[in-house]
T-cell receptor, first 113, second 111 residues
Framework: GAVVSQHPSRVICKSGTSVKIECRSL??????MFWYRQFPKQSLMLMAT?????????EQGVEKDKFLINHASLTLSTLTVTSAHPEDSSFYICSCGYQETQYFGPGTRLLVL | RKEVEQDPGPFNVPEGATVAFNCTYS??????FFWYRQDCRKEPKLLMSVYSSGNEDGRFTAQLNRASQYISLLIRDSKLSDSATYLC????????????FGTGTQLKVEL
């Protein structure tokens, strides 16, 4: 399978600050990457689809100005949570499209105080 | 109606038991099918793809019935380490790599 890394694995920040999460495909080129969020005991929720070299496509109800996505290369996509609030605390997971399916990064736990 | 439906469980089974999970999907344009496994507080990991002819990987067997829009996963000789949430996942034709996830079925294998 394909290997995807995600950094940081865990972050604690103060309310109002911005947090950047990086997602990298390590052994293949990913033209499409995906960003998910998962609250405890709930399903994965797709936030946006990140396409290399173009604007991300956001799912309904996800604020594009709050969750900034940049996919500048075939191996790197970043998600920036701007002006984070406690309700943004969650498990953020990226994935990379590969052979009709997706491979996931290990996730980032965000805690906003 | 959800696009991919699964029984949430939990399924509590003794070690060594055989357990089966079912899943139905609503979009007839679905073209690729997968089972993922997600451990508590971890990311989903691809368990296996599912084909119409059925496929087996060790103790795991997956089946697809396109006419009924039904997918199954059979786990034989359950191990404690099989305890996890199993996600039924479909890829719709023309959607690129975009996947639709079921809510998952929780399995607990007990001594």
């Amino acid at each position: 399978g394909a290997v995807v890394s995600q950094h940081p694995s865990r972050v604690i920040c103060k309310s109002g600050t911005s947090v950047k999460i990086e997602c990298r495909s390590l052994d293949f080129q990913a033209t499409t990457m995906f960003w998910y969020r998962q609250f405890p005991k709930q399903s994965l929720m797709l936030m946006a689809t990140s396409n290399e070299g173009s604007k991300a496509t956001y799912e309904q109800g996800v604020e594009k100005d709050k969750f900034l996505i940049n996919h500048a290369s075939l191996t790197l996509s970043t998600l920036t949570v701007t002006s984070a609030h406690p309700e943004d605390s969650s498990f953020y997971i990226c994935s990379c499209g590969y052979q009709e399916t997706q491979y996931f990064g290990p996730g980032t736990r965000l805690l906003v105080l | 109606r959800k696009e991919v439906e699964q029984d949430p469980g939990p399924f509590n089974v003794p070690e060594g038991a055989t357990v089966a999970f079912n899943c139905t999907y609503s979009n007839s344009a679905s073209q690729s099918f997968f089972w993922y496994r997600q451990d508590c507080r971890k990311e989903p990991k691809l368990l296996m793809s599912v084909y119409s002819s059925g496929n087996e990987d060790g103790r795991f067997t997956a089946q697809l019935n396109r006419a009924s829009q039904y997918i199954s996963l059979l786990i034989r000789d359950s191990k404690l380490s099989d305890s996890a949430t199993y996600l039924c996942v479909v890829n719709v034709k023309g959607g690129g790599n975009k996947l639709t996830f079921g809510t998952g079925t929780q399995l607990k294998v007990e001594l």
